[in-house]
């Protein structure tokens, strides 16, 4: 009874080359996002999606995308990874106006070689 | 934007005994407060959460207070267990969604 499933759970990439990490959930909520965390670190957010309204962080970097073509769906786009870019990469799902709990999936691990 | 402090950054405690972790907010019109846990390569799962209308809330062994005037909150957990050992994240927000993380706080409880 997943509510927020990642895949995959372990993805290896090599510098430069892109990477598409997934996500889908069941919750039906409207806003989805994706968090960067490294080890011993808060997750810290990349972008959200309000609906279809893409929000990025002022300090998300360029080579970080996002794709949502539709409420079950999310994709997380890294063009040009770098060494610094391997982490723990978080989805969560939450509703608005009242229902903010925030649901996380369990993660995609990220390594680059 | 919002600022959330999160102390201490580890915590060891002997088994049965109690944990507390505290956090401060800086924007006064934070008026949600969950609480997180996270163990070894898992995602986050709440594990209680709090509003601004209310001081305070338990679950079994699990508690949070808020103070609005200082705005600073806590976790309670009472009567530690192995299992209760995981890093444990505070946050706030003063929107209806797009949460504030404090930096976390690793509890390991001692047999």
């Known amino acids: 009874d997943a509510m927020v499933i990642q895949n995959p759970r372990y993805q290896v990439t090599q510098f430069g080359k892109p990477v598409t990490l997934s996500c889908s959930q069941t919750l039906n909520h409207n806003v989805m996002y994706w968090y960067q965390q490294k080890s011993s670190q808060a997750p810290k957010l990349l972008f959200h999606?309000?609906?279809?309204?893409?929000?990025n962080e002022a300090d998300t970097p360029d080579n970080f995308q996002s794709r949502r073509p539709n409420t079950s769906f999310c994709f997380l786009d890294i063009r040009s990874p770098g060494l610094g870019d391997a982490a723990m990469y978080l989805c969560?799902?939450?509703?608005?106006?009242?229902?903010?709990?925030?649901?996380f999936g369990s993660g995609t691990q990220l390594s680059v070689l | 934007g919002e600022n959330v402090e999160q102390h201490p950054s580890t915590l060891s405690v002997q088994e049965g005994d109690s944990a507390v972790i505290k956090c401060t907010y800086s924007?006064?019109?934070?008026?949600?407060f969950p609480w997180y846990k996270q163990e070894l390569g898992k995602g986050p799962q709440l594990i209680i959460d709090i509003r601004s209308n209310v001081g305070e809330k338990k679950d079994q062994r699990i508690a949070v207070t808020l103070n609005k005037t200082a705005k600073h909150f806590s976790l309670h957990i009472t009567e530690t267990q192995p299992e209760d050992s995981a890093v444990y994240f505070c946050?706030?927000?003063?929107?209806?969604?797009?949460?504030?993380f404090g930096a976390g706080t690793t509890v390991t409880v001692r047999a």
């Open positions: 969560a799902t939450s509703g608005t106006g009242g229902t903010e709990k925030l649901f």
């Open positions: 946050a706030a927000t003063p929107f209806d969604y797009k949460l504030s």
């Open positions: 999606y309000y609906d279809k309204d893409f929000n």
């Open positions: 924007d006064s019109a934070s008026n949600y």
